[in-house]
T-cell receptor, first 111, second 115 residues
Framework: DAKTTQPNSMESNEEEPVHLPCNHSTISGTDYIHWYRQLPSQGPEYVIH???SNVNNRMASLAIAEDRKSSTLILHRATLRDAAVYYCILRDYQGAQKLVFGQGTRLTINP | EPEVTQTPSHQVTQMGQEVILRCVPI?????FYWYRQILGQKVEFLVSFYNNEISEKSEIFDDQFSVERPDGSNFTLKIRSTKLEDSAMYFC?????????????FGSGTQLSVL
């Protein structure tokens, strides 16, 4: 799977939007962009995924650059419960089934 | 929402003992996975399982490890002779499809402590 680069940590305030960046300059045409998060003492949790177009769901939005070399996970109104490690992962539809987790971005939310 | 269930939540064992970690995946899922996370480190892939066979395994998944789906609901990870370095949180996951778009659903994990 192609590599992603994320900041080690970010901090935001409660009820403000959060933009979590991810660079994936070697992305291939068959790679889906997935985001998972891991709350403290929990297993990873699916957040959102996309291929080319921006995506919205009840948890977050995913903005994908036109050249697909970067993407941004957007939490529209962060709560304390959103404090977690966020992982940006590329999934090749032709490739192996496993998810490969990097170090992710540790998001801290200030009250 | 359906969830993946793991038991026990904590397991303490002596070095050299066998342990079996249990998972009940989501009922209509066909693809099953084990991951582990050593304290303070990344989540690491161990093994994937489909159609009663191992699909893929990592270098970590050596001969001391085995997986089994003994009935229609459980998925187990056995460590034959535990070592101190096997101490970690072990996560089971399942999905209903493969092909890049699938969501993996993870359990809350079993914390294994080898003394």
């Amino acid at each position: 799977d192609a590599k992603t680069t994320q900041p080690n940590s970010m901090e935001s305030n409660e009820e403000e939007p959060v933009h979590l960046p991810c660079n994936h300059s070697t992305i291939s045409g068959t790679d889906y962009i997935h985001w998972y998060r891991q709350l403290p003492s929990q297993g990873p949790e699916y957040v959102i995924h996309g291929l080319t177009s921006n995506v919205n769901n009840r948890m977050a939005s995913l903005a994908i650059a036109e050249d697909r070399k970067s993407s941004t996970l957007i939490l529209h109104r962060a709560t304390l419960r959103d404090a977690a490690v966020y992982y940006c992962i590329l999934r090749d539809y032709q490739g192996a089934q496993k998810l490969v987790f990097g170090q992710g971005t540790r998001l801290t939310i200030n009250p | 929402e359906p969830e993946v269930t793991q038991t026990p939540s904590h397991q303490v064992t002596q070095m050299g003992q066998e342990v079996i970690l249990r998972c009940v995946p989501i009922s209509n899922h066909l693809y099953f996975y084990w991951y582990r996370q050593i304290l303070g480190q990344k989540v690491e892939f161990l093994v994937s399982f489909y159609n009663n066979e191992i699909s893929e395994k990592s270098e970590i998944f050596d001969d001391q490890f085995s997986v089994e789906r003994p009935d229609g609901s459980n998925f187990t990870l056995k460590i034959r002779s535990t070592k101190l370095e096997d101490s970690a949180m072990y996560f089971c996951a399942s999905s209903d499809q493969t092909g890049g778009r699938e969501k993996l659903f993870f359990g809350s994990g079993t914390q294994l402590s080898v003394l």
